[in-house]
Nanobody, 124 residues
Framework: VQLVESGGGLVQPGGSLRLSCEVS????????IGWFRQASGKEREGVSC????????YYTDSVKGRFTISRDNAKNTVYLQMDRLKPEDAAIYYC??????????????????WGQGTQVTVSS
């Protein structure tokens, strides 16, 4: 099981970025994928999740209406479209996978495989 994030970078406030999480060693049909972020000096927090099978999506309140999670099963890739970025969105963003059921989609303990992270910087 491997997850590789890409798409991070420097963007001005109000700008957009699209993060990608390419997975290998498993198919998205059987795994839920979550996006987490960790700002300097803060705990890792759950941002969004897309569930297996029905593709239901979840967003933490601070990103609702600005971020969109999606997946392309043919490419084994999950995306996080981030619009209207704010300085407080700056962090290292990680994607994670879980085959387990139950537990909060926003809890790190619910996931058993992680990517290496990609840096997002929001600054003018």
């Amino acid at each position: 099981v491997q997850l590789v994030e890409s798409g991070g970078g420097l963007v001005q406030p109000g700008g957009s970025l699209r993060l990608s999480c390419e997975v290998s060693g498993f198919t998205l049909d059987y795994y839920a994928i979550g996006w987490f972020r960790q700002a300097s000096g803060k705990e890792r927090e759950g941002v969004s999740c897309i569930n297996r099978i029905n593709g239901s999506t979840y967003y933490t309140d601070s990103v609702k209406g600005r971020f969109t999670i999606s997946r392309d099963n043919a490419k084994n890739t999950v995306y996080l479209q981030m619009d209207r970025l704010k300085p407080e969105d700056a962090a290292i963003y990680y994607c994670a996978a879980t085959s387990r059921y139950g537990g909060s989609v926003y809890a790190t303990s619910s996931y058993n495989s992680w990517g290496q992270g990609t840096q997002v910087t929001v600054s003018s």
